[in-house]
């Protein structure tokens, strides 16, 4: 799996390191470098030259050297995040300078900002290894996908992770309703219709709902059902950005939004009922679903159809089998009363999504 699983869960003003060091004499060369470190919200330190032994060359997220002041920083110690910033397109010395000062990479503005947007806000944020995102779709409707989704997030937040569950069908009702917080201040999807390029990780964080330990981005219940693709795109980089784990109740049907959130999911869980009708859905929710995501496993639910197990249910479907899914009494009951699925900690569901996590963490090598 692509993605690692950590159990810190730090505030937003946490893991964030210091700004990029910027070493250059180009008075115009500066100012674009200031204008992008501001759009990037990160705060730089400024020297002509190498600073002097206890300044930012040693201990820096990031370098970004002017082509004018490679001379001069040539015989520095070698380190990484080195970033040879230039403009002549027609320079071919400029690599070579690069080389020179051990720079990891080359860039010519004005072509380059929006990389070097990104990067500066990723040391900004303090970015680590990205969440590892799980998504959970069902193999027919009513297969109980929703309530996976959930007890996964749930079950994940109450492991100390910090957990982000987004729900991505905007026809299913509300993630945020299955959650006992309909009325819970934060954003949802409509906010973020005009998302595009970079979205802070630490600001979506903090602009969502919390329940049950968790951050939730789901649907309100206006006439807005559709996100444009580089929204996804944008919205969900930012939650992986911020580690931990994100979970995302995926909908039946694959349009050009759907296919971005499952271009970034690492693991996914389809929830299929044990009867012959449900397996042949799901066969075709696999067949769809699978072009774009790599790793789909299955998750069988019972009660079980004469000739069925679960191993029957992978084996016809063609997929690795991630569990039997359990059933559990009382759920309606507890949800009236707020309580979350797998929010007890000791149901059979709860049990589930609690091996789920530790298998993940093994095989994704996180801790």
């Not at 954003?187 to 219709?193: G, H, I, Q």
């Amino acid at each position: 799996m692509a993605g690692a699983i950590t159990h810190d869960r730090p505030s937003a003003a946490e893991g964030r390191q210091g700004g990029p060091l910027i070493v250059t004499e180009d008075a115009d060369l500066l100012d674009d470098l200031l204008r992008l470190c501001a759009a990037a919200g990160a705060r730089p330190e400024v020297h002509h030259g190498v600073p002097e032994r206890g300044g930012g060359w040693e201990t820096a997220p990031l370098v970004l050297v002017g082509d004018d002041a490679a001379r001069r920083v040539r015989g520095a110690a070698r380190r990484r995040g080195v970033v040879l910033v230039g403009r002549d397109q027609d320079d071919s010395g400029v690599w070579r300078r690069a080389v020179e000062i051990g720079a990891d990479h080359v860039l010519l503005l004005p072509d380059g900002e929006q990389w070097l947007v990104d990067r500066i806000a990723d040391v900004a944020e303090g970015v680590g290894p990205p969440a590892l995102t799980v998504g959970v779709i069902g193999g027919r409707g009513g297969a109980g996908s929703s309530t996976l989704a959930c007890a996964l997030a749930v079950t994940s937040a109450r492991q100390g992770r910090r957990t982000l569950l987004v729900d991505a069908d905007p026809l299913g009702g509300g993630l945020d309703v299955l959650l006992g917080g309909e009325a819970a201040e934060g954003l949802r999807w409509p906010a973020f219709a005009a998302s595009h390029g970079r979205v802070g990780g630490g600001a979506l964080e903090e602009s969502l709902p919390s329940l049950h330990a968790l951050r939730v981005l789901s649907w309100d219940r206006g006439d807005c059902v559709t996100i444009a693709p580089e929204a996804v795109r944008a919205v969900l980089a930012a939650a992986r950005r911020r580690g931990g784990a994100v979970v995302v109740d995926l909908p039946r049907r694959i349009d050009e939004g759907v296919v971005e959130t499952l271009a970034q999911v690492d693991l996914g869980l389809l929830v299929v009922p044990a009867e012959l009708r449900a397996v042949a859905a799901a066969g075709r929710v696999a067949s769809a679903v699978g072009m774009v995501l790599r790793d789909l496993r299955v998750a069988v639910r019972g009660p079980y159809a004469p000739g069925l197990d679960d191993r029957e249910v992978a084996r016809l479907l063609g997929l690795p089998l991630a569990g039997e899914v359990p059933v559990e009494t009382g759920l309606l009951a507890a949800q009236e009363r707020g309580a979350p699925p797998g929010g007890d900690g000791r149901g059979p569901l709860a049990r589930f999504c609690s091996a789920f996590w530790e298998r993940a963490a093994v095989a994704g090598g996180g801790v």
